[in-house]
């Protein structure tokens, strides 16, 4: 028959400070190895719109066909350098 192991109030204590110490050697490694960029700003729909001086309608389409976006509380947001890089590599030539 195995023995059954009840843990105490300290060894939950160290199985915490464990993964919490492991955590942040974790984050620390991470934000070590990659250089600190800055953020760019969320553009709404109506500014991305704007830019390619297309209707709303179109950039749903676009939406729909792969256009990088972000929704964060109910709206939708998107990063200029991924939606011109997107625009970039999706651009068609006019016959």
């Known amino acids: 028959m195995d023995t059954l192991f009840?843990?105490?109030e300290n060894d939950f204590k160290r199985w915490v400070k464990e993964a919490v110490q492991e955590?942040?050697?974790k984050a620390a490694t991470k934000n070590l190895s990659t250089p600190p960029t800055e953020e760019e700003p969320l553009?709404?729909?109506k500014?991305?719109?704007a830019i390619?001086?297309?209707s709303l309608v179109t950039?749903?389409?676009w939406m729909n066909r792969g256009l990088p976006c972000h929704k964060q509380r109910g709206r939708v947001y998107f990063i200029r350098s991924e939606?011109?890089?997107y625009v970039k590599q999706h651009h068609r030539k006019a016959s």
Do not use: Q, T, Y
């Open 43 to 45: 553009l709404s729909r």
């Open 6 to 8: 009840i843990p105490n």
């Open 59 to 61: 950039l749903h389409d």
């Open 52 to 54: 390619f001086r297309i």
């Open 23 to 25: 955590a942040l050697d």
């Open 47 to 49: 500014e991305i719109a």
């Open 83 to 85: 939606v011109m890089e």
